[in-house]
C-alpha cells in the first residue's frame, strides 16, 4: 500500500479522498491555489503545498507544479479525483515516467475512451450496443449533410473530447447543421483544446443510465448496479438515483446492461473504477454513450447500496491489489437519491452565487450522508465549480428515500449566498418524479421555479 498519496484536487472529493487514505493508515498531501488556502482539503491533510493562482491553468491544471509537490512530499502515488486532470492522458503518463502511481487507469485507456469518436467504434467492435452515426470525427459540411438526412433529423453534434456536458448541440433541420457545428467546435476547443466533433442521432426522451464497474490488473471486472441520471438540466445532471425507478428498470435489462458494461471494461484492457452511460430510449434498448475513467461525482449513491468503498477500491486497486468483491458479492440494498448542492441562483437562470457563507446546518440523522468542503465563515471562490456539497439519503426502499430527502433538504441551511437547496426541494416534490416517471429532457422542458417566477 501507498505510504502517502497526493490528491491533485479541492473541494468536497478532495476532502472525500483524504478521508479513505486515512482509514487505510495512508498519509496525505493537498494541493492548493491561493483561493483556496483556507479550503477545508488544505488544513486537514497531513500535509499541504500551494501550487499557483487562483485560475485553474495555474494551479489544479498546472502539471510541474503538482508533479513537484508530489516529489517535494515524498508521495508515492496522486488521486485526481474528478474534474481537471483526472482524465488528461498525459498527466497520468506523466506521473508514470516520474515513478508515481496514478490512481486511475492506463494513460493508454484514458487516451482511447477519452476520444468520444473512437470510443464508438471500439465499442462498436466489441459489440456493445452503440447510436448510429460518423464513423469517428466529422468536419466536411457536405459529409455531414449527408449522413444527418441519413440519419434522420434530429441529430446530436458532440465534441469527441467532451464531457461533462459539454460541446454538445442537437440539431434539428438542415438549415441548422452549420451554425451548430461552429457552435460545439468553438465550445470544444475552448473547454478540451480539441475542436473535433461527431454526429449520431439523437435518441427522443431517452433515460441516462449508469453502470458503475470495477476492474483489477489481473483482469476481474465486476459492476455494482446502475444510477439513474436523467434528471438534468442542460447536460448537466442535477439529482441521481440508485437503483433506476422500478417503474423503468428490471433484473434482466440491469444484467444485460451490467454484461455490456464489463465486455466494454475488458475490451480496453480497463483497470480501476469507470462508469459506462448508456442512453436508454423508451423500448428498454440501450446505447452506449461515454465511459467516464475516473470516480463519478455521484458514486455516494452506489456506496450507499452496494456497501462497497468505491474510493478505497481505487486506492487497492492501484496499489496492485486483486478485487476481493465477486459480482456474486454485489447485492443492491434499498435505494439512495443524492442532490447537488450548488452556490447558485436558480431564479437568475442559475448564476453562480460565490460569497461568504454567514452560517451553516448541515442536516443528519440515519440514513444521511453529507458529502461536502465548506463550513460557516467559508468564503466560496468565484474561480471553481458552484457545487458546494452533496446531500445523500438511503431507505429501505424508494418511498422512503424520498421522504428522507425532504425533510433533509428542508433542513438544509445556507445563509449568506444563494442556493439550489429549494429547487432540488420543490423537484423531489414533483409528481413525475415521485412516480419515476421522468427523462432527460424533463426539466429542459419543465419550468420548476413558474410559481416563484409569477410572485416576482
Not at 11 to 31: D, K, M, P
Not at 241 to 251: G, R
Not at 279 to 291: A, P, Q, W
Not at 380 to 405: C, F, Q, T, W
Request: charged share 25%.
Amino acid at each position: 500500500m501507498f505510504k502517502k498519496v497526493l490528491i491533485a484536487n479541492r473541494g468536497e472529493i478532495a476532502v472525500r479522498i483524504i478521508r479513505a487514505c486515512r482509514e487505510l493508515g495512508i498519509h496525505t498531501v493537498a494541493v492548493y491555489s491561493t483561493a483556496d488556502r483556507n479550503a477545508l482539503h488544505a488544513q486537514i491533510a497531513d500535509e499541504a503545498v500551494c501550487i499557483g493562482p487562483a485560475p485553474s491553468k495555474d494551479s489544479y491544471l498546472n502539471v510541474r507544479a503538482i508533479i513537484s509537490a508530489c516529489e517535494i512530499t515524498g508521495a508515492d502515488a496522486i488521486h485526481p479525483g474528478f474534474g481537471f486532470l483526472s482524465e488528461n492522458p498525459s498527466f497520468a503518463r506523466m506521473c508514470e515516467k516520474c515513478g508515481i502511481t496514478f490512481i486511475g487507469p492506463r494513460a493508454e485507456s484514458i487516451e482511447m475512451l477519452g476520444d468520444k469518436a473512437q470510443a464508438k467504434e471500439t465499442m462498436k467492435e466489441a459489440g456493445v450496443p452503440v447510436i448510429m452515426g460518423s464513423d469517428g470525427a466529422i468536419s466536411n459540411i457536405h459529409a455531414a449533410h449527408t449522413l444527418a438526412r441519413d440519419l434522420g433529423y434530429p441529430v446530436m453534434v458532440k465534441a469527441s473530447a467532451g464531457g461533462g456536458g459539454r460541446g454538445i448541440r442537437i440539431v434539428h433541420s438542415d438549415d441548422e447543421l452549420e451554425a451548430q457545428m461552429t457552435a460545439a467546435k468553438q465550445e470544444a476547443l475552448a473547454c478540451f483544446g480539441n475542436d473535433e466533433i461527431y454526429i449520431e442521432k439523437f435518441i427522443e426522451d431517452p433515460k441516462h443510465i449508469e453502470i458503475q464497474i470495477l476492474a483489477d490488473n489481473y483482469g476481474d471486472v465486476i459492476y455494482l448496479g446502475e444510477r439513474d441520471c436523467s434528471m438534468q438540466r442542460r447536460n448537466q445532471k442535477v439529482l441521481e438515483e440508485a437503483p433506476s425507478p422500478a417503474s423503468f428498470m428490471n433484473e434482466e435489462l440491469r444484467a444485460k446492461m451490467g454484461k455490456a458494461a464489463c465486455t466494454a471494461a475488458k475490451v480496453c484492457g480497463y483497470r480501476n473504477a469507470g462508469t459506462i452511460e448508456f442512453l436508454v430510449d423508451k423500448n428498454g434498448e440501450f446505447y452506449f454513450m461515454e465511459m467516464n475513467t475516473r470516480i463519478q461525482v455521484e458514486h455516494p449513491i452506489t456506496e450507499a447500496v452496494t456497501g462497497v468503498d468505491l474510493v478505497k477500491q481505487q486506492l487497492l486497486i492501484a496499489s496492485g491489489q486483486r478485487l476481493s468483491i465477486k459480482q456474486e458479492d454485489i447485492k443492491l440494498t434499498g435505494h439512495a437519491i443524492e442532490c447537488r448542492i450548488n452556490a447558485e441562483n436558480p431564479l437568475l437562470d442559475f448564476r453562480p452565487s460565490p460569497g461568504r457563507i454567514k452560517s451553516l446546518f448541515i442536516p443528519g440523522g440515519p440514513g444521511i450522508r453529507v458529502d461536502t468542503a465548506v463550513y460557516q465563515g467559508y468564503e466560496i471562490p468565484p474561480y471553481y465549480d458552484s457545487m458546494i456539497g452533496k446531500l445523500i439519503v438511503h431507505g429501505k426502499n424508494r418511498e422512503e428515500a424520498i421522504a428522507k430527502m425532504t425533510w433533509a433538504l428542508s433542513e438544509f441551511i445556507v445563509d449568506g449566498v444563494a442556493t439550489n437547496v429549494d429547487f432540488q426541494l420543490k423537484l423531489i416534490r414533483r409528481p413525475e418524479f415521485l412516480e419515476g416517471n421522468y427523462d432527460n429532457g424533463f426539466l429542459n422542458r419543465t419550468d420548476i421555479l413558474a410559481d416563484e417566477r409569477s410572485k416576482e
